[in-house]
């Protein structure tokens, strides 16, 4: 569907930030955006504090009046909305076309999108896509989940651009013409079903990724995931495949401690792991689906091994805190459903004081609970999942757990548990919603606790 909307009124739903760079793209192109949003302890003052000077669109707070539906060409609506939301209702019943943040920055902007999704890694590819793109290539944005609204940047973007965007599976459900040059699935575990009701419903909205993309076109998936595998068979682009267990006859595996790549029944070595400032095999994955993406994106192989072997982890994931007391702290606020959580057990190499729990998502928590045992020596729990995590934590044989009612307690639970030689983890297996605006503040708060512990001299 095409719309020229110069002139036109386009309601954005939601205020936060996605909402406050669409409303400022939108009237630099003339359009005439109007700002909902359905809360209504805040205030004007406060939202317009949030808009650049000289941006005067209309605010509306609470109930959205239906004058506003009757006159709205297009609905712009934050990741955040939930399609179940009493004002999204009301506009689909009008019919009214409803686009994404991410769908509105690719309607406007130029340039070429590597695109990547995943239920897990997507930051960390992301963030390393990125760079290997700006070591290349002149022009470069890094948008989307990753933090920056994609209509930030449209009015910069050139047509020899290249953005590479960090796609959620709350984005792609309002996703229609959006098309990446190269787009990646890393994989998909069950998450986020409080939100979109069945596996089914998720695993499809993933796929949304590659829905609009060609032959000519590329898409990177992993192996070892049996939804991703399975979806290489339908895929409308062309595929490429990485797997961290098993040689594979085309694509990129890991062997032994080599990262290697095979094409046309012949092997080429790449990378050696430990040349890699990444730990983990989750990290070894997303690597290999970087180095994917930014070859089908035209990066030279020399260029991206040089700028893997420099880059660290990204904030939050499997973060290395600080060494205290002969304890290490490690900072994984960005596991937020189990199968990450699972990534970042696995990461730890001494005896774990796990400090977990928050918002319940509808998560099942066995396997990470497997993952667990035997590895961690106690388990702090915090938030609304805690007598569940911990119900299947003794079925799973870990009896040492604490419950904790805030997170100052929890951290000191976890001080007190920890002795010299231990490492504390922090890697919630859930949201951070109820506690914390979103998981860096969770992460932050952690990080601030850590740095803040004396060395204790030892006594005579």
Not at 12 to 23: D, F, L, T, Y
Not at 58 to 71: F, N, P, Q, S, V
Not at 79 to 103: D, F, H, L, N, T
Not at 332 to 348: R, Y
């Amino acid at each position: 569907m095409s719309i020229t909307l110069k002139g036109k009124e386009v309601l954005v739903i939601g205020s936060g930030k996605s909402g406050v760079a669409a409303v400022k793209l939108l009237e630099r192109i003339g359009a005439l955006p109007v700002l909902y949003d359905d809360n209504y302890n805040l205030s004007e003052q406060k939202i317009r504090e949030r808009l650049p000077d000289g941006v005067k669109c209309r605010i509306i707070l609470g109930e959205l009046a239906d004058d506003i539906l009757k006159t709205a060409a297009l609905a712009v609506v934050s990741p955040g909305v939930k399609p179940e939301a009493s004002a999204m209702m009301r506009i689909r019943e009008r019919q009214i076309p409803v686009w994404g943040e991410i769908e509105l920055g690719y309607r406007l902007g130029r340039g070429r999108i590597a695109a990547i999704t995943g239920t897990n890694g997507k930051t960390t590819t992301t963030a390393l896509v990125g760079e290997i793109m700006k070591g290349y290539f002149a022009s470069v944005y890094v948008v989307g989940n990753i933090g920056n609204p994609y209509t930030d940047i449209v009015s910069e973007t050139l047509d020899d651009s290249v953005i590479v965007a960090e796609i959620s599976s709350f984005q792609l459900e309002t996703v229609t013409e959006f098309t990446p040059a190269v787009s990646a699935i890393l994989n998909i575990t069950p998450d986020h079903l409080d939100r979109h009701g069945t596996m089914a419903c998720y695993v499809k909205l993933k796929e949304k990724i590659a829905a609009n993309q060609g032959p000519d076109s590329v898409c990177v998936l992993n192996y070892e995931n049996d939804y991703t595998r399975d979806f290489g068979a339908r895929c409308p682009a062309g595929t490429v495949y990485f797997s961290a267990l098993r040689e594979l006859e085309h694509g990129y595996f890991l062997s032994g401690e080599e990262i290697c790549y095979r094409a046309g029944g012949k092997t080429e070595k790449l990378l050696n792991i430990h040349e890699m400032k990444l730990k983990g095999l989750c990290n070894v994955e997303n690597v290999m689906a970087a180095i994917a993406v930014s070859t089908a994106m035209g990066v030279p192989m020399e260029s991206i091994l040089a700028t893997v072997r420099s880059f660290k982890a990204v904030e939050h994931r499997i973060e290395y805190v600080a060494e205290k007391n002969g304890v290490d702290y490690y900072n994984d606020s960005k596991g937020t459903n189990p199968d990450a959580a699972v990534q970042g057990i696995k990461a730890m190499t001494r005896p774990t004081v796990l400090l977990a729990g928050g918002y319940d998502k509808g998560s099942d928590y066995n396997e990470w609970m497997e993952a667990c045992a035997g590895k961690v020596k106690a388990l702090i729990l915090i938030g609304d999942t805690r007598l569940q995590i911990a119900a299947c934590a003794f079925a799973h044989g870990i009896d040492n757990v604490l419950l904790a009612e805030s997170f100052p307690e929890a951290l000191e639970k976890c001080r007190e548990q920890a002795e010299p030689g231990d490492a504390v983890l922090l890697s919630p297996a859930c949201a951070s919603f109820g506690m914390f605006p979103n998981f860096e503040v969770r992460g932050n708060c952690f990080k601030e606790y850590v740095l803040s512990l004396a060395d204790q001299l030892p006594t005579a």
